[in-house]
């Protein structure tokens, strides 16, 4: 098996396992639980044998490398860091709900990836860095855990949305209570800033070493600090003035959003030192 | 009037301020990601038209981020940071390192989590007990002797309060890192051939001179490629730094990109190259062993003096645009015969044998390396403001205050008491919820003691 068969299985397993916790939540049927977990678990691992696959050929070319340096391989480890991230809530809040509104992101990321040229490609010398291994792990966990936040936002609001129109809905009924949500926000939220902090760290510490500067100001590290800048504000909001609730769920997907564009739209739409990440 | 009552403080020490700042750096920070930056004036005239171009640099737009109004904000956002600190700290030292056995005992029957026990025995004998339940949960227990019975405290973390104020402390050590580097520093580059020094290199932006102190040579330069032929694998340049002042020079070094080559404070990082005409060529005669190394420019005969050698590069074939070459064609002759044509790959070597003699030819094209050349007597204390603010944000979010407060005391029947024991954190309630629920479960356990 080699890996690019692996990504299509993590592909369609994420797919699944994301409907299944949708059905979960559309059906009310809590049995489905149990498959969807395993489900996401069978595509957690395949998703890493995957990525270490990779490895494993990129050394068999001669060029090894650790597979986190190009969009391709930076979206299936997106998946991974969603996947682990997800699955580190369901155990802490016993709660599969939250995995409709997480999942699907990795399946997205999954998809995305797939369209991207798989091709193994020797790296440059500039990206020949262990900096450059601490710079997307710790960037591509705060990223996961935002995800997850945002769609916990999404959550939140649709929940909200019913208790102000007052309708009565078994399906939102089944969401974890609004103060829960909000808690839960707030703590994935703290998580993904830490790791945001430190991917823009190691990122500076990398550029420092291969080119002795550790910030220039280019698009991409400046839509880094702009999100940073967001989600400092949202913390600062909800810890000093008390904001919570559909605020700070609306905050969430803002951020998001601001995360996409730092990781997605900047490749695309400006031009700087990571624009090699486009394309691909 | 009280420093804290007057309104310009109050401004400066608000968080809602701290609010307006950060979300009007993270807006304004966008313009300088859609306008290109650092372009000479022309570029912004062409692209945005004459009127915009002088409102643009009215504003410093091309050159935003070190423009008057955004330093501007960077200051606010300081001032504000240093206020607010100035506004809080002091009392939340207070509440580090208060004395919680004067806590006023009222306020015990208070607290978010409570449990009552009642106990036969004498308070200080009680009081041990309690003590060993503490210990066995990790808490380490003061106590003091009140008139009214015994009172015993235990907490965790209490510094972890500081937490908050190492995150704000590290974004002005950043700041004050960045300054330093900006005031005292510069960036650089040079171009050194191989075979050069220098002593100098230009800044970046302006060009202007900036003298090292000392030289720095260029022994070799060296690109490699992967086998696809095309990618570049490793660009690596040998420096060797010359300083009459220095006791010992230090040997040479190996620079490649991710691995700069430091001295005085002064680091060179592998930036560039540039191809130039010539090549560096070696000559070994295999019989008589003796060695011919020079520079050659192309497509020019060149003699080796004293003997009837001469040899040149007539014709080049070159990798890409940039001039590297790739294949050279040599021209050679030694008095012998007829002269001797052949191709040869870059930076490889050839035997070639005449009637008379065997000789290896090695050639390669001269390069110069481009280095950036920088100097950022910050850059430490930027790098310890980021380390403050890892850990501070590990400790603000992930660490909690925690007061355990256990009151015994002797009731009006002898020999009888009643006890309370209390606890507080100021954050993640619930993981202490669980620890109060562990330590209680000591005492319901323990026959010594009944619910009351
Ligand atoms: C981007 C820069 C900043 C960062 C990264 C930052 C970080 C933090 C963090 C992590 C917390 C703890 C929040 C929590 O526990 O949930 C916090 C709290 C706080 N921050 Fe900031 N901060 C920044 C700027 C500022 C500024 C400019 C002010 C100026 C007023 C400020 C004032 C406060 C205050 C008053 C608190 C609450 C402290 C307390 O009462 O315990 N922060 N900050």
């Given at each position: 098996?080699?890996?690019?068969?692996?990504?299509?299985?993590?592909?369609?397993?994420?797919?699944?396992?994301?409907?299944l916790?949708?059905?979960?939540?559309?059906?009310?049927?809590?049995?489905?639980?149990?498959f969807?977990?395993?489900?996401?678990?069978?595509?957690?691992?395949?998703?890493?044998?995957g990525?270490?696959?990779?490895?494993?050929?990129?050394?068999?070319?001669?060029?090894?490398?650790?597979?986190?340096?190009?969009?391709?391989?930076?979206?299936?480890?997106?998946?991974?860091?969603?996947?682990?991230?997800?699955?580190?809530?369901e155990?802490?809040?016993?709660?599969?709900?939250?995995?409709?509104?997480?999942?699907?992101?990795?399946?997205?990321?999954?998809?995305?990836?797939?369209?991207?040229?798989?091709?193994?490609?020797?790296?440059?010398?500039?990206?020949?860095?262990?900096w450059?291994?601490?710079?997307?792990?710790?960037?591509?966990?705060?990223?996961?855990?935002?995800?997850?936040?945002?769609?916990?936002?999404?959550?939140?609001?649709?929940?909200?949305?019913?208790?102000?129109?007052?309708q009565?809905?078994?399906?939102?009924?089944?969401?974890?209570?609004?103060?829960?949500?909000?808690?839960?926000?707030?703590k994935?939220?703290?998580?993904?800033?830490?790791?945001?902090t430190?991917?823009?760290?190691?990122?500076?510490?990398?550029?420092?070493?291969?080119?002795?500067?550790?910030?220039?100001w280019?698009?991409k590290?400046?839509?880094?600090?702009?999100t940073?800048f967001?989600?400092?504000?949202?913390?600062?909001?909800?810890?000093?003035?008390?904001?919570?609730?559909?605020?700070?769920?609306?905050l969430?997907?803002?951020?998001?959003?601001?995360?996409?564009?730092?990781?997605?739209?900047?490749?695309?739409?400006?031009?700087?030192?990571?624009?090699?990440?486009?394309?691909? | 009037?009280?420093?804290?009552?007057?309104?310009?403080?109050?401004?400066?020490?608000?968080?809602?301020?701290?609010?307006f700042?950060?979300?009007?750096?993270?807006?304004?920070?966008?313009?300088?990601?859609?306008?290109?930056?650092?372009?000479?004036?022309?570029?912004?005239?062409?692209?945005?038209?004459?009127?915009?171009?002088?409102?643009?640099?009215?504003?410093?737009?091309?050159?935003?981020?070190?423009?008057?109004?955004?330093?501007?904000?960077?200051?606010?956002?300081?001032?504000?940071?240093?206020?607010c600190?100035?506004?809080?700290?002091?009392?939340?030292?207070?509440?580090?390192?208060?004395?919680?056995?004067?806590?006023?005992?009222?306020?015990?029957?208070?607290m978010?989590?409570?449990?009552?026990?009642?106990?036969?025995?004498?308070?200080?004998?009680?009081?041990?007990?309690?003590?060993?339940?503490?210990?066995?949960?990790?808490?380490?227990?003061?106590?003091?002797?009140?008139s009214?019975?015994?009172?015993?405290?235990?907490?965790?973390?209490?510094?972890?309060?500081?937490?908050?104020?190492?995150?704000?402390?590290?974004?002005?050590?950043?700041?004050?890192?960045?300054?330093?580097?900006?005031?005292?520093?510069?960036?650089?580059?040079?171009?050194?051939?191989?075979?050069?020094?220098?002593?100098?290199?230009?800044e970046?932006?302006?060009?202007?001179?900036?003298?090292?102190?000392?030289?720095?040579?260029?022994?070799?330069?060296?690109v490699?490629?992967y086998?696809?032929?095309?990618?570049?694998?490793?660009?690596?340049?040998?420096?060797?730094?010359?300083?009459?002042?220095?006791?010992?020079?230090?040997?040479?070094?190996?620079?490649?990109?991710?691995?700069?080559?430091?001295?005085?404070?002064?680091?060179?990082?592998?930036?560039?190259?540039?191809?130039?005409?010539?090549?560096n060529?070696?000559?070994?005669?295999?019989?008589?062993?003796a060695?011919?190394?020079?520079?050659?420019?192309?497509?020019?005969?060149?003699?080796?003096?004293?003997?009837?050698?001469?040899?040149?590069?007539?014709?080049?074939?070159?990798?890409?645009?940039?001039?590297?070459?790739?294949?050279?064609?040599?021209?050679?002759?030694?008095?012998?015969?007829?002269?001797?044509?052949?191709?040869?790959?870059?930076?490889?070597?050839?035997?070639?044998?005449?009637?008379?003699?065997?000789?290896?030819?090695?050639?390669?094209q001269v390069?110069?390396?481009?280095?950036?050349?920088?100097?950022?007597?910050?850059?430490?204390?930027?790098?310890?403001?980021?380390?403050?603010?890892?850990?501070?944000?590990y400790?603000?979010?992930?660490?909690?205050?925690?007061?355990?407060?256990?009151?015994?005391?002797?009731?009006?029947s002898?020999?009888?008491?009643?006890?309370?024991?209390?606890?507080?954190?100021?954050?993640?309630?619930?993981?202490?919820?669980?620890?109060?629920?562990?330590?209680?479960?000591?005492?319901?356990?323990?026959?010594?003691?009944?619910?009351?």
């Amino acid at each position: 098996m080699n890996s690019s068969q692996l990504m299509g299985i993590t592909t369609f397993a994420y797919l699944f396992a994301a409907i299944l916790y949708i059905g979960i939540l559309v059906f009310q049927t809590k049995k489905l639980g149990f498959f969807a977990t395993l489900m996401t678990i069978g595509a957690f691992l395949a998703n890493t044998a995957g990525i270490g696959m990779r490895w494993y050929e990129s050394h068999q070319m001669g060029i090894g490398y650790a597979p986190l340096s190009n969009m391709y391989e930076s979206l299936v480890f997106f998946a991974w860091s969603i996947a682990i991230v997800y699955l580190g809530m369901e155990v802490r809040y016993k709660n599969r709900i939250l995995g409709a509104f997480s999942m699907p992101f990795a399946a997205l990321a999954m998809i995305l990836a797939g369209l991207k040229n798989p091709d193994i490609k020797p790296l440059i010398p500039a990206l020949q860095s262990n900096w450059l291994i601490a710079h997307v792990i710790t960037c591509f966990i705060g990223y996961a855990a935002f995800a997850v936040a945002s769609g916990m936002g999404i959550m939140y609001l649709l929940k909200d949305r019913k208790r102000q129109t007052d309708q009565t809905s078994s399906l939102l009924d089944s969401l974890p209570d609004l103060k829960t949500s909000d808690d839960i926000i707030h703590k994935t939220l703290v998580f993904g800033f830490l790791w945001l902090t430190a991917g823009i760290i190691t990122g500076a510490v990398w550029a420092n070493s291969a080119w002795g500067t550790y910030w220039s100001w280019d698009p991409k590290e400046t839509w880094s600090l702009i999100t940073w800048f967001v989600y400092a504000a949202t913390l600062h909001a909800r810890f000093t003035k008390g904001w919570g609730g559909r605020r700070i769920a609306w905050l969430a997907i803002i951020g998001f959003v601001s995360v996409i564009f730092t990781y997605y739209g900047v490749n695309y739409l400006l031009s700087g030192l990571h624009s090699y990440g486009g394309g691909g | 009037m009280k420093k804290t009552d007057n309104m310009v403080w109050r401004f400066f020490a608000s968080v809602r301020l701290a609010l307006f700042t950060l979300l009007v750096l993270a807006t304004t920070s966008i313009i300088g990601t859609l306008i290109p930056q650092k372009n000479p004036p022309e570029f912004y005239i062409e692209a945005f038209g004459q009127r915009a171009a002088q409102f643009f640099q009215m504003l410093d737009v091309p050159n935003m981020y070190n423009s008057w109004w955004f330093i501007g904000l960077l200051l606010l956002f300081s001032i504000n940071l240093i206020v607010c600190t100035i506004d809080r700290l002091p009392n939340v030292w207070q509440m580090v390192v208060l004395n919680n056995l004067e806590t006023d005992l009222e306020r015990l029957e208070k607290m978010p989590h409570r449990q009552v026990y009642h106990a036969s025995g004498d308070a200080t004998a009680l009081a041990q007990i309690v003590t060993g339940f503490l210990v066995k949960k990790g808490w380490r227990a003061q106590s003091e002797n009140k008139s009214t019975g015994t009172l015993l405290f235990s907490q965790k973390h209490a510094w972890s309060r500081l937490g908050v104020y190492a995150v704000h402390l590290s974004i002005l050590f950043i700041f004050v890192g960045a300054i330093v580097g900006s005031l005292l520093g510069f960036k650089a580059g040079v171009m050194i051939p191989e075979g050069s020094a220098t002593s100098t290199a230009y800044e970046t932006g302006s060009e202007k001179t900036i003298p090292l102190g000392f030289s720095v040579q260029c022994d070799d330069f060296n690109v490699s490629y992967y086998a696809d032929g095309r990618t570049p694998k490793e660009f690596r340049s040998t420096l060797k730094i010359i300083d009459s002042s220095a006791k010992e020079p230090p040997p040479p070094k190996n620079i490649i990109v991710n691995d700069p080559l430091t001295y005085k404070g002064i680091t060179f990082y592998q930036s560039s190259y540039e191809p130039m005409q010539g090549f560096n060529v070696v000559i070994v005669n295999k019989d008589t062993k003796a060695r011919h190394a020079l520079q050659i420019p192309f497509g020019q005969k060149i003699p080796w003096p004293g003997t009837e050698i001469a040899f040149g590069v007539i014709n080049q074939e070159t990798r890409s645009r940039m001039g590297d070459i790739n294949r050279l064609k040599v021209w050679f002759y030694d008095g012998q015969g007829e002269p001797i044509l052949f191709w040869m790959d870059n930076n490889t070597t050839q035997t070639i044998s005449s009637p008379t003699a065997t000789y290896e030819f090695q050639a390669s094209q001269v390069y110069a390396t481009g280095l950036q050349v920088a100097k950022d007597p910050g850059v430490w204390t930027v790098y310890a403001g980021c380390t403050l603010m890892l850990i501070g944000l590990y400790v603000a979010f992930f660490l909690s205050h925690r007061r355990i407060w256990v009151y015994i005391v002797r009731e009006e029947s002898a020999n009888h008491c009643r006890i309370l024991v209390c606890g507080v954190s100021n954050k993640n309630k619930l993981a202490f919820e669980k620890e109060f629920t562990a330590l209680v479960e000591c005492f319901t356990q323990d026959s010594t003691f009944t619910n009351a």
